[in-house]
């Protein structure tokens, strides 16, 4: 049975993730997570056993911390009912671009790690079923009128805008840039956006 020290875990965890965002899912051994933790060698092996079982890790963490953000953000939204769809996309996608960059650039390591993992996948099928759920239930607590069967459009379309920015160069990832791509979001999926 793996150790159950759970701020140890974390950390390791995030070690991972930091990792995944800075050298890609390449650049990922225990090795390299204990030193980014700063934890003695063999730490991460008795956490997890196998690299695959650390990938798996660090994409749970990634759903963890992505439900405490959007408990976070419906909370700070529910005070912003006067702000239409473009706008909410648009803060969203300048705040994943820049403060939540690392996530999601370890996000799409893992996303394209997971072709080849089906573990890893199952892991990370939670954040695409709970990025539907939430964002239904987000539309409706705002009123926003998106009917649920052009959700999953629109939430194609944010992953490709949210690419799109998170792996651009320095300076690209601007409030202006931003408010375009969410507005063309908004355009394609034929949602309301004002």
Do not use: W
């Not at 695409?128 to 539309?139: C, F, I, P, S, W």
């Amino acid at each position: 049975m793996p150790p159950t020290n759970p701020s140890r875990r974390r950390a390791l965890t995030d070690a991972a993730i930091e990792l995944l965002a800075s050298s890609g899912v390449h650049g990922l051994t225990h090795r390299a997570v204990e030193k980014r933790a700063g934890l003695p060698p063999g730490t991460a092996s008795n956490y997890f056993r196998s690299r695959e079982a650390l990938l798996v890790a660090a994409a749970e963490r990634i759903v963890e911390l992505h439900h405490a953000d959007t408990d976070r953000i419906n909370r700070e939204h529910q005070a912003a009912r006067d702000v239409g769809l473009a706008e909410l996309l648009t803060r969203s996608l300048l705040t994943a671009a820049t403060t939540a960059r690392d996530r999601y650039l370890a996000i799409f390591e893992l996303q394209l790690e997971a072709v080849r993992r089906p573990a890893l996948a199952a892991a990370l099928a939670g954040l695409q079923d709970a990025a539907v759920r939430l964002t239904a239930g987000r539309h409706g607590e705002l009123g926003i009128a998106v009917p649920r069967e052009r959700i999953p459009a629109l939430i194609a379309l944010y992953g490709g805008a949210l690419f799109t920015l998170v792996t651009a160069p320095p300076g690209v990832a601007g409030e202006a840039f931003a408010r375009q791509l969410a507005q063309a979001i908004v355009d394609g999926c034929g949602a309301p956006g004002s």
